[in-house]
């Protein structure tokens, strides 16, 4: 059933809602992740994923904490997955939208082409420059007050002064600042521009006004125009004509129009429903977030949350973890486990992994912010070092990172009834039991397991179809859960999760000194 109760069910019966003007419509969403191109083709008038595609990224990783891509292997997989979609689902395209991993800083020259390699999200060697310019802008309460959130490494900002120290070429070269997914547009289109919601993540935008903050564009660099090399920011609901070249290389129809897209936050926040207050999303991906909708900028004078813009003029305030499946990952490849054996591992440790405790920070963390931490294994002893309880570790400190974003957000005014729950984590029964045992809120989880994928081809829709009305009324209409993977919190778990999260956060906060010492 889709958020929206009943209503969806009768809409599709009776042939009326979205979409009935365009019957035969596809809509492609494009998720321009870290580790993969995923594209999905979506028949809106049948509510139904008709085909999807997928393509490997490389990511290369330094010893310095830099975390980069090449923006050619973007388009090429991009392209690879489209061209592999069925003619017959290409001829019926009407439009497309791209979701892409935020934060990244794509260089661009005076002819369009990217001048290096792409600093992407996850990268956390502009450290220094990161400190540099919160310190020329009057310190974090100034940025937050100035802006609405503080400067975190990740953010694209400190990206340009890293550039000009160790890339000068390419900083001498630079005509644009564009962002992942503002990149793959202008592939498309041959247009540069920006939507608030992936421009929230730059470090520059003010969230409350939805304008360039001048203050802390000069903090970044003082010596240039900065906001000459940044794109026209846009509406949530403009479209762009394709180019023909790209139409005919990619087999689509020449009229189709490229919706304005946006962040993988904000399009995981329509293809999962927080499209509304009251609704929480939880994304246990490469990275670990939560989210929620509001309608008013909700910003954390901590910083604890990042005061970002939502995709349809509202706001998403939004916590991201460094370390999700990364975790799980790193402990798999350690114990040489194939696919299925850590959910029978979880199966055979119960909760708290018997006193194990993992930090998972293997990419350093933004949430909390410590960007030189490492990750951390605590509390073993002569019994309790397992691979059950290992694994168990690591899914559990992913977990614990994410539930002190959720008692932030709970702090700020964020009330759920619900929990959403997408990315690679949720594929796994007992992680899914774990987070409403942890949390004790039931779990939902999308038929659509690609939410930001999905949520591009709802933007897409909502953009070239939608007459005008809401994107949370088109959302209801469209999402729809599978009650065989929901999961209902057991009141009996509670106390045991309860108290191997306070063992978390004991060792967490006993460790602080080893971190703060890295950053001095």
């Not at 498309?188 to 304008?211: I, K, N, P, Y």
């Not at 108290?499 to 460790?511: D, S």
Request: charged share 20%; proline share 5%; aromatic share 6%.
């Amino acid at each position: 059933m889709s958020i929206g109760g009943h209503r969806a069910e009768a809409r599709a019966a009776d042939g009326r809602g979205w979409g009935v003007s365009r019957r035969e419509g596809v809509y492609l969403g494009i998720d321009a992740g870290t580790q993969s191109i995923k594209v999905v083709a979506y028949d809106a008038q049948r509510r139904q994923v008709l085909e999807q595609q997928a393509r490997p990224l490389a990511l290369i990783a330094g010893e310095d904490g830099s975390r980069e891509q090449d923006a050619a292997d973007w388009t090429a997989a991009l392209a690879d997955a489209i061209s592999c979609l069925s003619p017959a689902v290409r001829q019926r395209v009407r439009g497309l939208s791209v979701s892409g991993q935020q934060h990244g800083f794509v260089p661009v020259g005076r002819d369009n082409e990217v001048l290096g390699p792409v600093k992407l999200w996850c990268d956390t060697s502009s450290t220094a420059e990161c400190d540099a310019i919160t310190a020329a802008a009057g310190g974090e309460a100034a940025c937050i007050a100035e802006a609405g959130n503080a400067l975190r490494v990740g953010y694209t900002a400190s990206k340009l002064p890293w550039t000009r120290r160790h890339r000068p070429q390419v900083h001498a070269a630079l005509d644009a600042i564009l962002l992942p997914h503002d990149y793959l547009n202008l592939w498309l289109t041959g247009q540069r521009f920006m939507e608030c919601g992936d421009a929230s993540g730059t470090g520059w935008l003010d969230v409350r006004t939805r304008h360039w903050s001048a203050a802390l564009l000069r903090a970044t660099d003082d010596q240039c125009d900065l906001a000459a090399l940044l794109p026209p920011l846009v509406p949530p609901q403009e479209t762009f004509a394709l180019l023909p070249d790209v139409a005919a290389r990619l087999g689509l129809p020449a009229q189709a129009r490229v919706a304005v897209g946006g962040g993988d936050n904000m399009m995981a926040a329509i293809g999962t429903g927080a499209v509304r207050e009251g609704r929480l999303s939880m994304s246990l991906g490469t990275s670990g977030t939560v989210f929620a909708w509001s309608a008013a900028p909700m910003i954390d004078a901590q910083g604890r949350w990042a005061a970002f813009c939502a995709a349809d003029g509202g706001w998403l305030p939004l916590v991201c973890t460094m370390n999700c499946t990364v975790a799980t990952e790193q402990v798999a490849r350690l114990l040489g486990l194939q696919r299925g054996q850590g959910e029978a591992l979880l199966a055979q440790s119960r909760p708290g992994s018997d006193g194990l405790v993992m930090l998972p920070f293997f990419n350093g963390e933004r949430s909390p912010d410590l960007p030189l931490a490492n990750a951390a294994l605590q509390g073993m002893d002569l019994h309790n070092l397992t691979p059950a309880n290992l694994y168990r570790a690591a899914v559990e400190g992913a977990s614990f990172s994410l539930r002190l974003g959720v008692e932030a957000l709970a702090e700020g005014g964020v009330r759920a009834q619900r929990l959403v729950l997408t990315g690679g984590g949720a594929n796994s029964a007992a992680w899914r039991q774990l987070i409403a045992d942890l949390l004790q809120v039931p779990v939902q989880v999308p038929v659509q397991a690609e939410g930001a994928a999905f949520g591009a081809a709802l933007q897409a829709l909502w953009a070239i179809d939608g007459q005008g009305a809401s994107l949370a009324d088109l959302v209801d209409d469209h999402l729809l859960f599978d009650p065989a993977l929901a999961a209902t919190p057991d009141p009996a778990q509670g106390p045991r999760y309860a108290q191997a999260y306070q063992r978390f956060v004991h060792h967490l906060q006993a460790t602080l000194p080893l971190f703060q010492q890295r950053l001095s």
